[in-house]
């Protein structure tokens, strides 16, 4: 649009410098005016397309938040204040739709207004050139004629313009997200991990979320043996999440290294690493789908083995329940399976964990108490995903912690302590404190260590 639109506004001008030079100085002087104009409302309407996307953005933010969360409003009885909320946000939203609706319907009465002023002033100076006896009538006819054609491609060029300044908020936006990018690349020649036996090291790791003190971890060493279970305590905020977000390479380390059976992970595919290092956080995560799609998560449907699911499901004690659902392992877990109970949920996320079948597990344990049977059926659920595996637990009952064959407890981002429940209790340290102060306030049997 661009080419043609410039030939036409070379041709006309050249046309009308022919005409008339004085005239076509006269009308040239307009133009800045015009583009100045034209360059101050395209800012005005960049502005406001910013504040209509923002205001769309935190509106959607926000509904999807609260509907996800839509009983805990109603326990709380929070429907009036979240309808408070939600009226702001939306006033918000309607009043930079409706100022960017103004600004667009304002935008060609300015510039009609503008060429109102070069036809009065190209009138009076025309008046003035013909009566001098420089220009007769049919060569205005034809100035002007040759300037309506003028301001054609200068309107669709304004128009590009202010289209162009509407659509920039969306495209900065599209950048600031591409800018979030994950800073964990994998190397170039990165190696598949073939047959993994679970050994990991963490040797002198400091972290910190801003990549500088104050560290979350410092001077951490861990040696953990393939197939051990170890117990991560410590007071909330030690550092226990952290550690595991690392081992999954969410985050690197600042200085030191981790290693799985002697490679350094950075050394190591991404999907090889995750594929080896499975997680069961403590905040369920189930999807909108099928059971089966959930257990066999990341798995595309034409690689699902249904057989293998159905033997996660049953080792993980959920496939009794699910034959019990409508459709079974088809049956749809609506609203992010919000129609399960809690242990169901749990059981689910532990079948896919067997699903995934890691080498290295993580295990998040749930700290919202089950009832006993349902307890019961988890706590076997677990013990076959934790079989034959190295094992992570960031540990919050005291069954697990002393099953643990070592405990590390970590604090202000340290191993302070490492041992059995036994050995650390006879130190007389930070675990032992710890579990005289949860026995003494009558936690003990359930979360002991959160
Ligand atoms: N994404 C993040 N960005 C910045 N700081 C974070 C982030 N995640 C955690 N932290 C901080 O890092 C520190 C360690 O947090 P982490 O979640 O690892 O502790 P934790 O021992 O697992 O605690 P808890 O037992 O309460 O779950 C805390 O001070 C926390 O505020």
Not at 195 to 209: H, I, L, Q, R, T
Not at 254 to 259: A, D, T
Not at 360 to 381: F, G, H, P, W, Y
Not at 403 to 419: P, Q, Y
Request: charged fraction near 20%; glycine fraction near 8%.
């Amino acid at each position: 649009m661009l080419v043609p639109c410039a030939f036409q506004l070379a041709a006309m001008a050249g046309r009308m410098l022919l005409l008339s030079p004085i005239l076509s100085v006269a009308t040239i002087l307009v133009l800045p005016f015009m583009s100045f104009t034209i360059a101050i409302l395209g800012e005005k309407l960049r502005r406001l397309s910013r504040k209509g996307q923002d205001s769309v953005a935190n509106l959607s933010a926000y509904l999807n938040e609260v509907l996800l969360s839509i009983f805990v409003v109603k326990a709380y009885v929070a429907e009036g204040y979240e309808q408070m909320r939600f009226k702001k946000l939306a006033f918000v939203d309607y009043r930079a739709h409706l100022l960017k609706k103004k600004m667009k319907a304002f935008i060609p009465e300015v510039i009609t207004a503008v060429y109102a002023a070069t036809a009065v002033v190209l009138f009076g100076v025309g008046t003035w050139v013909i009566s001098k006896g420089g220009f007769n009538a049919s060569g205005m006819i034809s100035f002007v004629t040759s300037l309506v054609f003028l301001i054609e491609p200068i309107q669709a060029i304004g128009k590009a313009y202010n289209d162009l300044k509407q659509g920039e908020p969306a495209i900065e936006r599209l950048f600031e997200l591409t800018a979030n990018y994950s800073k964990i690349v994998e190397k170039a020649g990165a190696i598949t991990l073939a047959k993994v036996s679970g050994d990991v090291k963490f040797s002198n790791v400091f972290f910190a979320y801003g990549d500088c003190p104050p560290w979350v971890l410092s001077n951490l060493h861990l040696d953990v043996r393939a197939g051990e279970t170890v117990a991560l305590v410590g007071p909330s905020g030690g550092g226990k999440t952290t550690l595991a977000k690392l081992l999954l390479r969410l985050y690197d380390p600042v200085h030191g290294q981790i290693y799985i059976d002697g490679h350094d992970i950075r050394e190591i595919g991404l999907k090889s690493l995750r594929r080896e290092v499975g997680i069961v956080p403590q905040d369920i995560v189930l999807f909108t789908g099928t059971v089966l799609e959930n257990i066999a998560y990341g798995v595309l449907p034409d690689q699902m083995d249904f057989k293998a699911v159905e033997q996660a499901a049953g080792l993980a004690n959920a496939d009794e329940f699910i034959r019990k659902l409508p459709s079974g392992y088809h049956s749809n877990l609506g609203g992010r399976g919000s129609n399960l109970s809690g242990g169901q949920r749990q059981r689910l996320a532990i079948a896919r964990a067997i699903y995934q079948n890691p080498s290295i597990l993580i295990l998040d344990e749930a700290t919202s108490a089950l009832d006993n049977n349902s307890e019961k059926l988890v706590r076997e659920a677990l013990d076959q995903l934790m079989r034959n595996r190295t094992v992570f637990v960031i540990a919050h009952r005291l069954e697990t912690v002393q099953r643990a064959d070592r405990i590390f407890v970590i604090n202000g981002g340290r191993l302070v302590e490492e041992g059995t429940h036994s050995s650390l209790l006879a130190e007389g340290g930070l675990y032992s404190s710890l579990y005289t102060y949860k026995a003494e306030i009558g936690g003990l049997s359930s979360h002991p260590f959160i």
